[in-house]
């Protein structure tokens, strides 16, 4: 049976086509230059480009143990900035940007006198357009993010290669903008600078895989991928890594059910998915993977939270791919919510390049505050870093973004975003629940007062100096002071007694022994939550 009714969009709808003015069948050349082909004709890949990618590469590489998955509404670039407070090795994915969107906005942007390029026109003293509505989507806060990816979606090769064509001259625009800022103090600076672009090949909305023809809907067309891949490469002049994440395969050729999944064959399963990452490397552009160990379901209406829980994760089939693949970097995602999780399968298989989290950091980023130590052997690096050693240099640090973002945009309008990337600091401490209402009060004021009296903003104490009030006001001096290494010893005894608990259940305390250890675990699970309420009740007093 093919793909269901249900899936709105077909195969043939998705596949758009090709422009051959954007899509080369060279390989990628490491040499001193390349040819790429672009719709002025044939442009040449200067080796500073070649060097450029070089670097990006090796970071990538080097910092791909752990990344932040993409996740709609959560990895903006404050989410992502409070991430890189608490890790300087994070491999730092954005939400998912559709390409048209940017492709509209740079349209609308082109200076009158140019047809191509945002370059045109300018120079050390000012840019020949407003660059803040194409910053929306692709910048990255006032400073830059280090070790981080930015996801493209989209299904037209024309739409994917000036999307990365845009990356590729904001690179550009920041340099020319460290001339600007000793001649016009009033330019803020352009962060742009994505270590590489990725390819949303796993979504599996209905709204990106069904009506939007992209998204994990790309996986039944492995050749129409490695042509996106390609106008991405060429877009960005060769001077970005590209990467693709996807799932290990799709619900294609049958109608999906527990019981029909759990009967088809792992080998044909590993099989297509082999193919697909075969024929998307097989031009040498892509060589890195993120891989979601399960398929996607597009031929029923699933939202992404059925696909996250319904189809079960396999692990094995990824292992796999990292162990055949060794030329390949992969990594696995889906289902580890934990840095004892994200190490455990780090051993598990060596082969693997790395773990991709998105809920656990969305959760409780903290609990991830010890992986550059766990994860990385490099000591002189990590003993040079400055990251903040609590919570409260968090606070105090994320409190600096929080108010160059108000003095560049809205507070009324986004407020709400800054507060939000910073609410779950705090997770599972005593009082973490008022903080975050705390913090949502304070999202709320500007529009509140802008309502009574806009003149009221302007006595209102910067966004930094509410944020820090709200945490010390409900947290104890213990929770706001407590090292990395500290929280890190306290979640993996809640772990331990949280296995316990399972064991017990499991077990149902069958025999005197376990009984005995069971009454034991329950008193010290008592007293542990005595003392909790103590400490609770001593700061509310």
């Known amino acids: ?129 407003d660059p803040s509505y194409l910053l929306r989507f692709l910048g990255q806060g006032h400073n830059a993010e280090g070790a981080s990816v930015l996801q493209l979606g989209g299904s037209d090769p024309d739409q994917l290669f000036l999307a990365s064509k845009t990356v590729y001259e904001f690179n550009q625009l920041a340099q020319i903008h460290q001339q600007q800022s000793s001649s016009n103090n009033n330019n803020a600076p352009i962060f742009c600078d994505y270590t590489a672009l990725n390819l949303n090949c796993g979504c599996p909305s209905p709204k990106v895989a069904g009506k939007g023809c992209f998204g994990a809907a790309l996986m039944q067309d492995a050749t129409l991928v490695q042509q996106l891949t390609s106008s991405m490469y060429h877009g960005s002049q060769g001077s970005i890594p590209i990467t693709v994440k996807c799932r290990i395969g799709t ?60 189809p079960p994760l396999r692990y094995y089939q990824v292992r796999r791919l990292a162990e055949e693949f060794p030329e390949l970097n992969v990594s696995l995602n889906g289902g580890v919510e934990t840095l004892s999780g994200v190490k455990g399968e780090l051993d598990e298989c060596p082969k693997l390049d790395g773990i991709m989290v998105g809920r656990g950091w969305m959760s409780n980023p903290w609990a991830f505050a010890m992986s550059d130590e766990l994860l990385y052997s490099d000591g002189q690096q990590l003993a040079d870093s400055t990251r903040p050693k609590n919570r409260m240099e968090v606070l105090q640090a994320y409190g600096q973004h929080a108010d160059y973002e108000e003095e560049r945009w809205d507070p009324v309008k986004i407020r709400r975003f800054i507060t939000k990337a910073a609410s779950q600091l705090f997770s599972g401490e005593p009082n973490a629940k008022r903080y975050r209402i705390a913090l949502d009060e304070i999202a709320g004021l500007p529009k509140k007062l802008m309502k009574e009296d806009p003149k009221l903003m302007e006595s209102q104490p910067p966004l930094s100096e509410l944020i820090l009030d709200a945490a010390t006001k409900h947290l104890s001096e213990e929770v706001l002071y407590r090292t990395p290494k500290e929280s890190y010893e306290k979640i993996l005894y809640d772990e331990e007694q949280a296995e316990k608990r399972l064991l017990f259940v499991a077990t149902g305390g069958n025999d005197a022994k376990q009984a005995e250890e069971k009454q034991s675990f329950i008193q010290e699970w008592q007293q542990t939550r005595k003392e909790d309420e103590m400490k609770e009740s001593e700061l509310n007093s």
């Open 1 to 129: 049976m093919g793909i269901s009714s249900a899936f709105s969009c077909t195969l043939s709808r998705c596949r758009r086509p090709v422009s051959t003015a954007y899509i080369s069948n060279k390989k990628l050349c490491m040499s001193s230059t390349s040819t790429t082909s672009s719709s002025s004709g044939t442009n040449t890949i200067s080796s500073d480009n070649n060097e450029l990618y070089q670097e990006r590469s090796d970071i990538l590489r080097a910092n791909s143990k752990l990344s932040l998955a993409p996740m709609m509404e959560y990895t903006d670039r404050h989410f992502r900035h409070l991430v890189r407070l608490v890790s300087d090795r994070t491999l730092l994915y954005t939400e998912m940007v559709a390409a048209n969107a940017i492709a509209h906005e740079r349209e609308a942007a082109l200076p009158p006198s140019s047809s191509s390029s945002l370059l045109d026109g300018a120079s050390a003293e000012e840019l020949s357009f």
């Open 251 to 310: 619900d294609e050729g049958y109608q999906f059910t527990r019981d029909q999944y759990n009967a088809r064959s792992d080998e044909e399963e590993y099989q297509s998915l082999k193919q697909f990452i075969e024929t998307v490397a097989s031009e040498g552009i892509v060589t890195d993977f993120q891989v979601h160990a399960r398929i996607a379901v597009l031929g029923k209406n699933y939202s992404p939270a059925d696909n996250r829980k319904v």
